[in-house]
């Protein structure tokens, strides 16, 4: 009998192409990192779960400085194949944790799994009070190190098509700045990947609302396969999503602000509106997330130029400019403030 084969160790071989044979034989080693990235136009529904194509584009802004850095030691002269051992900042996670089973499911997807043992350090400089999701950052570090470790070769684009298997916003975070992960239309998933989008935006600050950090009940992969499914609203959601895009893309080439921070707003409100409309309804916002809101609406009310967005928890991501601060830091006392182009 043969076995079905893996449609995604078939699309890896495919990106790979004839750079998969190279560096097999020799140990390997190497270090790389990614930034965690924020959503402005949402990723949300999976028209592929398998390949992990997603129903419609999406646009982000990565946070340098905040994300993943991962050390792979890669050795074909062992007994033992695959990932033997993973740390966590500094910690050793055991083979029976999620977060090593999904590494190693990911890392089996490479022909190098099958010939060498992978041993793997990685570190998470996402700050605490962020609600930040570190799959993202660490499936592009992953990925980051392995073309660089074994000599791929492979550009950006590739390693993003390769980081989307992963996780599929981690297509987003093989850049700094803006960048879009394209739907894409192929069946086989092989232009569905993310492209930087050349603006920057030197004032623009990103404020991280903590109002709770522990385990969310509902993961985003769960999430979204049962809105897909069971929400009529959701058949709205590819048209907004698509609108949001153009109006987002507009507004970063004319430096708009405002249109940029309603426009990911609304675009955030639209997405947790087709989750509440699920059933059993998905609701990540908790009493302080809904208060967190009136401050923001409060504050635009009051002329100061200032939006949020949040993703699948009850975290809020604020968006305004560096001459607002003083305003949003008085009105959310603590909060985390990052510059996602403080250093361009
Ligand atoms: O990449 P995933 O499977 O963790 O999904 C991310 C989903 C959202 O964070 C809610 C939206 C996004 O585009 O990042």
Redesign the pocket.
């Known amino acids: 009998m043969t076995a079905t084969p893996d449609p995604r160790k078939q699309f890896v071989r495919q990106v790979l192409n004839q750079a998969q044979t190279l560096g097999l034989s020799q140990p390997a080693e190497g270090e790389a990192d990614a930034p965690v990235n924020i ?1 402005l136009c ?3 529904g999976k028209r592929d779960p398998v390949l992990n194509l997603p129903v419609n584009s ?1 646009l982000s802004i990565s946070l340098p400085g905040f994300g993943t850095t991962t050390r792979l030691l890669w050795r074909p002269d062992s007994d033992v194949t695959g990932l033997q051992r993973l740390t966590l900042n500094g910690t050793p996670i055991s083979p029976e944790d999620p977060v090593f089973q999904r590494l190693a499911a990911f890392l089996a997807l490479f022909p190098a799994a099958d010939q060498g043992r992978f041993d793997i350090d990685t570190h998470n400089q996402v700050p605490t009070a962020a609600g930040l ?1 570190s ?2 950052s660490g499936f592009a570090a992953l990925v980051k190190v392995m073309n660089q470790a074994f000599g791929w070769e492979l550009s950006q684009e590739k390693c993003s098509l390769l980081a989307r298997l992963g ?4 297509s987003r975070s093989l850049y700094d700045g803006f960048a879009i992960w394209h739907q894409g239309l192929r069946a086989d998933g092989l232009d569905s990947y993310a492209t930087a989008l050349p603006q920057v935006w030197p004032s623009l600050c990103v404020g991280l609302v903590e109002v709770d950090t522990s385990q969310k009940s509902i993961g ?2 769960a999430g979204m396969q049962q809105t897909v499914s069971d929400c009529d609203l959701y058949q709205a959601w590819p048209k907004q999503a698509q609108k949001a895009l153009s109006t987002l893309q507009l507004a970063l080439e004319t430096q708009d602000f405002a249109t940029l921070g309603k426009t990911a707003e609304h675009n955030a409100l639209s997405m947790h509106a087709t989750m509440i409309a699920t059933w059993p309804p998905i609701l990540y916002w908790q009493p302080q997330s809904v208060a967190a809101m009136q401050t923001v609406w409060q504050l635009r009310a009051d002329g100061v130029g200032v939006y949020f967005t949040m ?2 928890g009850p975290n809020l991501k604020l968006l305004f400019e560096e001459q607002d601060r003083p305003a949003v830091e008085q009105a959310f006392g603590n909060l985390t403030i990052l510059r996602p182009f403080a250093r361009a």
């Open positions: 959503a949402k990723y949300w999406s999701a799959s993202a996780s599929g916003s981690a985003s992969t993703d699948a």
